[in-house]
């Protein structure tokens, strides 16, 4: 199983800046995704992310409020930018694995998430 | 496109009895995985069972079963023997079984409490 590290663990921000937020795998994933969880509420993904080409946004979520990169197969970035209190939420780094050789299927595993609270 | 439904938003359960958490989804599509994800107050999705919806053998994972309904389209979750840290946010999914939409689509959740 893959294991997933996100930084930072919380933070607190000001209304108009941006923060940028680390997600680390320590193997070598094919896909990536972001996922958004406001308070009290469900995960939605925000984007898939995969090594080398351009991150692909779910419907309502746009490059220039959260854009990503994918500089390798372990690591992935999402900024959010501009923020608002609208975007205090926790952010899910999740990651795509293969379950073994023999089985079609890939396991998603999730990092433990950053909790932004916007001001 | 697929939805997930949790209707219960929250339930409770004596410590060593058992409950059972409901799910429904809509899809269009014949092959496809329905997963059960438990949230701690740490925030950790910790992956509690998955069901291919080709079998038609009800997954089960030590205290956790489902019953997966493929026509009704209904998807529960039973846990037995539940235990104090068994306390969670727990979430229906559902994934495409193929293609690039590996996306999950997510329930709204239903928070269980375990009491003494």
């Known amino acids: 199983s893959a294991v997933i590290s996100q930084k930072p663990s919380r933070d607190i921000c000001q209304r108009g800046t941006s923060l940028t937020i680390q997600c680390q795998v320590d193997?070598?994933?094919?896909?990536m995704f972001w996922y958004r969880q406001q308070p009290g509420q469900s995960l939605t993904l925000i984007a898939t992310a995969n090594q080398g080409s351009e991150a692909t946004y779910e419907s309502g979520f746009v490059i220039d409020k959260f854009p990503i990169s994918r500089p390798n197969l372990t690591f992935s970035t999402l900024t959010v930018s501009n923020m608002s209190p609208e975007d205090s939420s926790i952010y899910l780094c999740?990651?795509?694995?293969?379950?073994?050789?023999?089985?079609?299927?890939?396991?998603?595993?999730f990092g433990p998430g950053t909790r932004l609270t916007v001001l | 496109a697929q939805t997930v439904t949790q209707s219960q938003p929250e339930m409770s359960v004596q410590e060593a009895e058992t409950v059972t958490l409901s799910c429904t989804y809509d899809?269009?599509?014949?092959?496809?995985?329905l997963f059960w994800y438990k949230q701690p107050p740490s925030r950790q999705m910790i992956l509690v069972i998955r069901?291919?919806?080709?079998?038609?053998q009800n997954a089960t994972e030590n205290r956790f079963s489902v019953n997966f309904q493929k026509a009704a389209k209904y998807f529960s979750l039973k846990i037995s023997d539940s235990q104090l840290g068994d306390a969670a946010m727990y979430f229906c999914?559902?994934?495409?079984?193929?293609?690039?939409?590996?996306?999950?689509?997510f329930g709204t959740g239903t928070r269980l409490q375990v009491t003494l």
């Open positions: 193997s070598q994933v094919t896909m």
């Open positions: 899809t269009s599509e014949s092959d496809y995985y």
């Open positions: 999914a559902y994934r495409r079984s193929t293609g690039t939409a590996s996306k999950l689509t």
């Open positions: 999740s990651v795509e694995d293969v379950a073994g050789s023999s089985s079609s299927y890939n396991e998603q595993f």
């Open positions: 069901q291919e919806a080709y079998k038609q």
